[in-house]
């Protein structure tokens, strides 16, 4: 099973993308599915979450600005991103977290720039 993360690109600031990640098989025992970034030359931050239940989690940097979802199905995590800002470039992991074992996604680059 992988994780694919699609939706990335140029933005200016203040502007809006949305980050898709597609699982390429059926995971099960899904507890968790999130998203994290890391940008150059700083650790992988934790961006946002949605549990199995539907509670969703943020990082005080992105609260109020980003909004995770994801399909009935749990094959699909989505990020809202608006109101970008410089400092959110950054290449954007997808993560989903099972009864077993994390999945990562491959990343996807977000540059934030007028």
């Known amino acids: 099973v992988q994780l694919q993360a699609s939706g990335g690109g140029l933005v200016q600031p203040g502007g809006s993308l949305r980050l898709s990640c597609a699982t390429s098989g059926r995971i099960s025992s899904i507890t968790i599915m999130g998203w994290y970034r890391q940008a150059p030359g700083k650790q992988r931050e934790f961006l946002a979450r949605?549990?199995?239940?539907?509670?969703?989690n943020y990082a005080d940097s992105v609260k109020g600005r980003f909004v995770i979802s994801r399909d009935n199905a749990k094959t699909m995590v989505y990020l809202q991103m608006n109101s970008l800002k410089p400092e959110d470039t950054a290449v954007y992991y997808c993560?989903?977290?099972?009864?077993?074992?994390?999945?990562w996604g491959q990343g996807t680059l977000v540059t934030v720039s007028s």
């Open positions: 949605i549990f199995s239940g539907g509670t969703t």
């Open positions: 993560n989903i977290v099972t009864a077993w074992r994390d999945y």
